[in-house]
């Protein structure tokens, strides 16, 4: 595995193009067409060309260290912001100042010193198989641990890191000690042995083989709207439900994909122009009708596919601490066996 994590970072190395004046240079683990428009429109209306990598997001954050000060990169986009913590942790980004930035991105979905920043947000609801189980006997993540949901759940496995932050923010919500409780009870109701991707949960519990599934919301909405006939047709036998909407509860666990500026960025100011971009209407737009994603700026409406979902209530924990609480989630996750 290390090796073709190397082999990995040396190919990006030879892909790096010769850079110029007026550019910005992109590390993205997204994938180039969840980001290459809007990307295309930034240069169309600023003149600055964008230089793109993309790769795997644990690659370009070693490709980063191991660069240092020679690195290319202006700005890395990721997805988690579990993973945003582990490359401010690491050294490779930078504190920036930016108005638009501050007032356009709620304050639970950046950085508390401004080194990373939410572009779009995410939800992690539990999806239910309609007919199998009814909407009133479901209620939070917490009520999952129930007896009747023995051999019915889906869920991917814990080197997920989308499990490991819905876990970190458990461990912030309610301690370490019932966190631990949680999974350990958890773990006894899976359908099988964690597999494949969110997309295969959402297939599985189609198919018969569990009647709940954990999943984050932009891949349901990627299924209902793909051309993909079959994913499609197993999105729609399943229903979202929000959970821990409860008054005075803390609402359903949310995440990020997101953007910062690289410690040893050559561009910064175009950076900080870049991620401004990316926070216009235009572009919260476009993330939410092509990405099926929610945006972070108040004035951007969901698509109409997500908004036909009806609102719900958001965990408002500042998500630096699924970063925080990302060791200690692994730990659980170990001791409770979840595989």
Not at 2 to 17: E, R, V
Request: proline share 4%; with cysteine; hydrophobic share 40%.
């Amino acid at each position: 595995m290390f090796k073709s994590l190397i082999t990995s970072i040396l190919a990006f190395s030879f892909l790096a193009p010769a850079f110029a004046a007026e550019e910005v240079n992109v590390y993205s683990a997204r994938k180039e067409k969840l980001i290459k428009p809007l990307l295309e429109e930034f240069t169309k209306e600023s003149g600055i060309k964008v230089n793109l990598l993309t790769g795997k997001a644990d690659a370009l954050l070693k490709k980063l260290e191991l660069e240092g000060e020679n690195t290319p990169a202006d700005v890395l986009i990721t997805t988690d912001a579990g993973r945003l913590y582990r490359a401010k942790t690491a050294g490779v980004l930078q504190a920036i100042e930016s108005e638009t930035l501050i007032e356009q991105i709620p304050e639970n979905l950046r950085d508390p010193e401004n080194e990373w920043f939410g572009l779009t947000y995410r939800a992690r609801p539990i999806f239910y198989v309609k007919g199998k189980v009814k909407p009133e006997e479901l209620s939070s993540y917490e009520a999952l641990t129930d007896e009747k949901w023995k051999g019915r759940i889906c869920i991917r496995s814990s080197n997920n890191i989308y499990n490991q932050s819905l876990l970190a923010s458990m461990i912030a919500a309610s301690g370490e000690e019932q966190a631990g409780e949680w999974a350990k009870s958890f773990v006894k109701n899976f359908a099988r042995p964690p597999k494949g991707g969110d997309r295969d949960q959402i297939k599985a519990a189609a198919s018969g083989q569990c009647d709940i599934a954990i999943a984050n919301s932009y891949y349901y909405a990627a299924m209902l709207n793909g051309k993909d006939e079959a994913q499609k047709a197993a999105a729609n036998k399943l229903a979202i439900f929000w959970p821990n909407q409860a008054e005075g509860d803390r609402g359903a666990h949310v995440n990020v994909s997101g953007g910062a500026v690289t410690k040893h960025a050559k561009h910064k100011e175009n950076a900080i122009k870049l991620l401004e971009y990316m926070t216009t209407k235009a572009s919260q737009t476009w993330y939410a009708e092509k990405n099926g994603e929610y945006p972070v700026t108040a004035e951007t409406k969901p698509s109409e596919l997500i908004q036909g979902w009806g609102g719900f209530k958001a965990d408002s924990l500042n998500l630096s601490a699924l970063g925080e609480n990302n060791a200690e989630a692994l730990k659980l996750m170990d001791k409770a066996g979840w595989k």
